[in-house]
DNA sequence: CACTGTGAATTCCTTCACAGCG
DNA sequence: CGCTGTGAAGGAATTCACAGTG
């Protein structure tokens, strides 16, 4: 393996491609996909790939390519999802909904344990099989493994709501409020603005 | 003005940031806005945001900071959100029906001109006050002034979908599908999948 | 022989330090 | 005096080129 170097945040955020990438090229096969192959499905160089791989061990088979399963099962240990990661949703809305019937989460080894909302209308509805619960009680989470959240509430309630959430043992967050958590720096945060991330596009468009 | 140099990517990537900075901490009102009030709220270092903006003009005053409406305004220009964007939403299932009510938009001066959707048991009806029409009438957009588009369908429809708004005449595609499109060069993509951008949370617990 | 793994070269981006100006 | 604008320095990430190997 290659002598300790630091390992490149854009490489992290990389890792869940690759994972990706094998469990839709490589079929529930026992074959092998090259540097090549996976460029050319993910739109990056192959020695990109190489060299991110190459961070975490030697997983490929010179004159071959990487085995399918094995380094899958690499990546999900890499990123801690081998072991199923349980996540609350807070928010009960339209997006947060969406989110609880999103199916995407699965293969990624994630898990929606519970969804909280503060509309006394919504407590006690079920959504995607799981009763909505009172925000007020999410300290409660504190007895489970539970520390991912996804935030899915306007941003004035976010700030609030995370606090909360870091009481309660939360060490990851999926901020999808447009506005900036603060947080003790154990905690990390993955914040997606849909409108912001629009933004660029007309500036491309000649 | 800096003479010439490319503008990076990553400094395209900030700009609508820096529009929702100004837009959140200016209020309405004439003030201004240092690069350190904006780094505190953005989380970014000053000389970071000074380049950014010195790559588009001069807009600050010496000794002063950014004036608030001014700069709001410019930056508008540069990433072409002065004029009201049209975009059109494919899909009207759950996260179709949560974008196309989500207010954020409106800020950066999204539109959402046209909702679509091929289950026939929802075309004809309504969602934030759009009738929901049917896919296969998506051409039709061609002669409006739509260059935008909102991918919230499956995975295995999007490309597809994206080869017939290319068609279409839409130059710009937020897919929001866990899959690449191949689109023409002159078509630029912004792809998020939420799961996958979840997927580095669990690297970062100790 | 084909493809991986990797030091070295390159490119890209960020940060610094300070000149310039209101 | 305070804050912007920017060349230069520094750091980070990508790409190259090829040695190494099943």
């Given at each position: 393996?290659?002598?300790?170097?630091r390992?490149?945040?854009?490489?992290?955020?990389?890792?869940?491609r690759?994972?990706?990438?094998?469990?839709?090229?490589?079929?529930?096969?026992?074959?092998?996909?090259?540097?090549?192959?996976?460029?050319?499905?993910?739109?990056?160089?192959?020695?990109?790939?190489?060299?991110?791989?190459?961070?975490?061990?030697?997983?490929?088979?010179?004159?071959?390519?990487?085995?399918?399963?094995?380094?899958?099962?690499?990546?999900?240990?890499?990123?801690?999802?081998?072991?199923?990661?349980?996540?609350?949703?807070?928010?009960?809305?339209?997006?947060?909904?969406?989110?609880?019937?999103?199916?995407?989460?699965?293969?990624?080894?994630?898990?929606?344990?519970?969804?909280?909302?503060?509309?006394?209308?919504?407590?006690?509805?079920?959504?995607?099989?799981?009763?909505?619960?009172?925000?007020?009680?999410?300290?409660?989470?504190?007895?489970?493994?539970?520390?991912?959240?996804?935030?899915?509430?306007?941003?004035?309630?976010?700030?609030?709501?995370?606090?909360?959430?870091?009481?309660?043992?939360?060490?990851?967050?999926?901020n999808?409020?447009?506005?900036?958590?603060?947080?003790?720096?154990?905690?990390?945060?993955?914040?997606?603005?849909?409108?912001?991330?629009?933004?660029?596009?007309?500036?491309?468009?000649?």
């Amino acid at each position: 393996m290659m002598k300790y170097r630091r390992i490149p945040e854009e490489t992290i955020r990389r890792m869940p491609r690759y994972l990706r990438a094998f469990s839709t090229l490589g079929g529930h096969g026992r074959g092998f996909l090259s540097s090549r192959q996976l460029a050319d499905y993910l739109h990056l160089n192959p020695p990109q790939i190489r060299k991110d791989l190459s961070y975490f061990g030697d997983f490929g088979t010179r004159g071959v390519g990487y085995p399918v399963s094995q380094t899958a099962e690499q990546i999900r240990k890499i990123l801690k999802l081998d072991v199923s990661q349980k996540a609350v949703l807070i928010g009960a809305g339209r997006l947060g909904t969406a989110i609880a019937s999103y199916p995407g989460f699965a293969i990624f080894g994630f898990n929606i344990a519970a969804i909280f909302d503060n509309a006394p209308a919504k407590i006690g509805k079920k959504i995607a099989g799981l009763t909505i619960q009172d925000t007020a009680r999410l300290a409660a989470i504190r007895s489970g493994d539970v520390h991912l959240a996804i935030l899915a509430i306007p941003g004035e309630a976010a700030q609030t709501c995370a606090d909360t959430l870091v009481q309660a043992g939360v060490r990851g967050i999926l901020n999808l409020s447009p506005c900036w958590l603060r947080v003790p720096k154990r905690v990390k945060i993955v914040s997606i603005d849909l409108a912001m991330e629009m933004g660029t596009l007309p500036y491309y468009i000649k």
